[in-house]
């Protein structure tokens, strides 16, 4: 027996592709997921009898001589068939636009095209095989989904080359829309609602901005196309979501961008995320979605030396503790003090390390209280010269997600700068 499967909690690329493969291997069963995504879910629940699904549990997992694997090469993600991980005599065959991971394929064919689909649509057109106009339009989807209609940067010429004979196999570009279009579904038309409720419009440099933010609870899937439709009708320059999560306090950021000299990539990058000139995303744990708005503000002013310097809002003196002393010592101190980290020096008041309340952690046992704190501090501190700003500060704590960042000016520290530094900071600085 042969069979097909895909990765689960599948999208259209996944379907597609595992559809494609009925086009290649005559008689083989495509095994779909018991996890599948909710406008896949729209999709099968009108075109079920269209294609031929098995669940991993009508086949007989022994009977299965040949696994073709689609859109993922790695085994956690084939559900229960991961269980012929273990299978030497199995023949396995690869199509796959991800990266090399556990599956160890006989014959695989794998390229970082948009789509997975799009490999398998090479394939058919190289052994000349027919396909109708419905498989045609669920192959399309694939493409257009993963490509987001051809324009992530992740496209490749060959995906549009495959797009082009799919829509020369007629491919059906109205049924295609009303089903892509479930991607925005009530969940997100009722987010999509409330962002354009509280907009506003601010003038940045130049550059209309608008800026929604909102709590969210737990994940919601496609807030990029909102923010999307959101840029479009707000029309400005660049509109960013703030969508805070209140169950885990991580607030996801994603921008889009239509003016070129506003880099949404650079942006994100930034606050800690990635992207490209015209969108991108972050996630933020712990930080207040007005600090993280007035940090996006900041940024697109390119005004990274804002005239407040890290020195006006560092705290000081600031209390450090030799890389010999014992951790009981430097816990005792930090209590004394109400701290829950401090800087660590060597015998020239140099700069060592920072033990915080990660690092605590690491001390297991008792006897381990009397070790020097230079055993547990970590090494290669982050630190920040007098003279940056405070947005520099927040920036650095961001990324390396730190609480603390010591001061240094000469070689010296003469302060430290905590979150709550610069986040009141950032609040003084929010329009009444
Ligand atoms: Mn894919």
């Keep these: 027996m042969q069979v097909a499967a895909t990765h689960t909690g599948s999208d259209f690329d996944a379907l597609a592709s595992l559809v494609a493969t009925s086009v290649l291997y005559p008689g083989i069963k495509l095994i779909l997921p018991h996890s599948i995504n909710p406008n896949l879910k729209t999709f099968l629940s009108l075109h079920k009898d269209l294609f031929n699904f098995y669940s991993s549990k009508d086949i007989d997992i022994d009977k299965i001589k040949s696994l073709v694997v689609v859109d993922t090469s790695s085994w956690k993600r084939l559900e229960e068939l991961q269980s012929l991980k273990e299978r030497k005599d199995i023949e396995i065959i690869l199509f796959d636009h991800h990266e090399k991971d556990d599956i160890e394929p006989d014959y695989v064919i794998r390229k970082e095209t948009g789509a997975a689909v799009t490999l398998i649509i090479q394939e058919i057109q190289k052994q000349k095989k027919i396909i109708t106009p419905i498989q045609a339009t669920l192959f399309l989807m694939g493409i257009y989904e993963d490509t ?7 496209t490749t010429s060959d995906d549009v080359y495959a797009a082009a004979y799919l829509l020369d196999r007629k491919a059906d570009l109205s049924i295609l829309n009303t089903f892509l279009q479930y991607a925005y579904g009530k969940k997100q038309k009722n987010i999509l609602f409330r962002m354009l409720q509280k907009t506003e419009r601010l003038n940045v440099n130049n550059f209309t901005i608008s800026i929604a933010t909102m709590e969210i609870e737990g994940r919601i899937q496609n807030l990029a196309v909102v923010v999307q439709m959101y840029r479009e009708i707000v029309n400005v320059d660049a509109a960013f979501g703030i ?3 209140t169950k885990t306090n991580k607030s996801m950021i994603i921008g889009r961008s239509g003016s070129e000299q506003i880099n949404m990539g650079l942006i994100m990058r ?13 996630q933020i744990k712990n930080v207040n979605p007005n600090a993280i708005e007035t940090m996006i503000i900041e940024l697109i002013k390119g005004n990274n030396q804002t005239s407040v310097n890290i020195s006006d809002i560092m705290s000081y003196p600031v209390i450090t503790v030799n890389e010999n002393t014992p951790v009981e010592d430097v816990t005792m101190l930090l209590r004394e003090v109400g701290c829950t980290g401090v800087p660590i020096t060597d015998k020239d008041d140099k700069l060592v390390g920072i033990v915080s309340r990660r690092d605590f952690k690491k001390v297991r046992k008792n006897s381990q209280m009397k070790s020097p704190i230079k055993a547990f501090m970590s090494r290669n501190p982050v630190y920040i010269s007098s003279d940056k700003s405070a947005m520099e500060a927040a920036k650095l704590m961001i990324k390396h997600d730190i609480g603390r960042i010591p001061i240094m000016k000469n070689d010296k520290i003469i302060g430290i700068v905590t979150r709550s530094d610069t986040m009141l900071y950032f609040y003084d600085l929010l329009p009444d």
């Design 148 to 154: 987001g209609n051809l324009t992530f940067p992740s």
């Design 270 to 282: 930034t606050l800690g995320g990635g992207g490209h000139p015209g969108a991108g995303s972050a």
């Design 243 to 245: 969508f805070l999560d």
